[in-house]
């Protein structure tokens, strides 16, 4: 893989995480030891994030460069994972791009504006290009700061940059907030197809845009989050979704980082989404590891998928689940061990550690 369009004091470009298991793993390379990191690591489940977080809203938190990078690195210094996954929000980027947007405590993203129609489309703020100086270039400095306050502190352990998947941030936009079937965006893509285009278009952009920030600022590898794509039939993926999330890995893929892409209760997408500009695809709980890679002809690195609620369960249940989601991704040209959801915010971080000590040691 190479590296030559990265700053040259970039970590890879360096060699200090080039070597990294969970780069070797995603790029189907060996690996020292099976790599484990856990979405939604930082955060929500450690007394010590919420401890830090007192007194500040989530997007005030993603936003100083100091305290999200505090928050990214909490989880690698407690668990010892293989990868810190850069602590933000999928709504940052159209926060910083100066849409009306925030973050309500127990509902989620809620919008000052649905878009609906082409005027509210026309009227998004322009997002302009990598580096042009523009409002949203220099909105995204925080993000970048945070980036490198976080990456001088990790040194041989890789960061994983993050981004909300196109379709999700268009699916939260046209519905103004959170929703159980997401069945306002669902109609739009059919009702009005030259309006839910033009919306992808802008979200793919800024998605582009936040995760091309972070590698240059220095992180490893990438991430596209899809929480909702899994609602979507396959023809409807294909014609109205996977163009969005192609654009917005395809903005990082001339820096040679890997791009992983996880969409939950997506067992029924994983080839398209393989096809979507993906170098290693995320699995969720429901689709056993060795299932996925055959789905996908063994042609990509697998991330998953330990189910979030074994870690719960008793101690010999939840290691027999680990031992068997090893087994399973060892199928796969390459495997990073992950949950198949995000971390429960219960979760005893304990628990978490002997999960991260197992696999390092069985994998």
């Keep these: 893989m190479s590296f030559d369009a990265l700053p040259a004091d970039h970590p890879l470009a360096t060699g200090v995480t080039a070597d990294a298991p969970l780069v070797a793993a995603l790029e189907g390379r060996a690996a020292t030891h099976r790599p484990v990191w856990f979405m939604r690591q930082a955060g929500r489940s450690l007394p010590e994030y919420l401890k830090v977080r007192e007194g500040t809203t989530m997007l005030e938190s993603c936003l100083k460069p100091d305290l999200a990078a505090e928050i990214t690195l909490q989880p690698v210094r407690r668990y010892g994972v293989d990868a810190g996954i850069f602590f933000s929000d999928i709504v940052v980027p159209l926060k910083v791009a100066g849409v009306g947007v925030d973050i309500a405590p127990g509902v989620g993203p809620v919008f000052d504006h649905p878009i609906r129609t082409m005027a509210d489309v026309d009227a998004l703020p322009a997002l302009g290009e990598p580096g042009d100086g523009g409002a949203m270039d220099e909105a995204l400095e925080p993000v970048r700061e945070a980036v490198r306050l976080t990456v001088a502190q990790l040194g041989s352990t890789p960061l994983i940059g993050f981004a909300g998947a196109p379709f999700t941030l268009a699916a939260y936009m046209v519905q103004g907030r959170p929703s159980r079937d997401h069945m306002a965006a669902r109609e739009l893509m059919w009702s009005a197809p030259e309006v839910w285009e033009a919306l992808v278009s802008w979200t793919s952009r800024a998605a582009g845009l936040f995760l091309r920030a972070q590698v240059l600022a220095g992180a490893s590898a990438v991430q596209l989050f899809d929480s909702w794509a899994g609602s979507l039939s396959e023809k409807a993926y294909v014609e109205k979704c996977a163009g969005g999330s192609r654009a917005a890995l395809m903005a990082v893929a001339d820096l040679g980082v890997p791009r ?73 040209p390459g495997h990073v061990v992950n949950l198949g959801h995000g971390m429960p915010p219960h979760a005893d971080p304990d628990v978490v550690k002997r999960v991260v000590e197992l696999v390092h040691e069985r994998g």
């Design 260 to 332: 992983i892409h996880f969409a939950a209760n997506a067992g029924h997408l994983l080839d398209p989404m393989g096809a979507a500009g993906a170098t290693a695809l995320g699995v969720d709980y429901r689709t056993p590891l060795d299932e996925a890679s055959r789905a996908v002809g063994g042609r990509f690195p697998l991330q998953g998928n330990i189910d979030p609620a074994m870690l719960a369960a008793p101690t010999a249940t939840l290691e027999a689940h680990v031992l068997d989601v090893l087994r399973r991704g060892a199928e796969a």
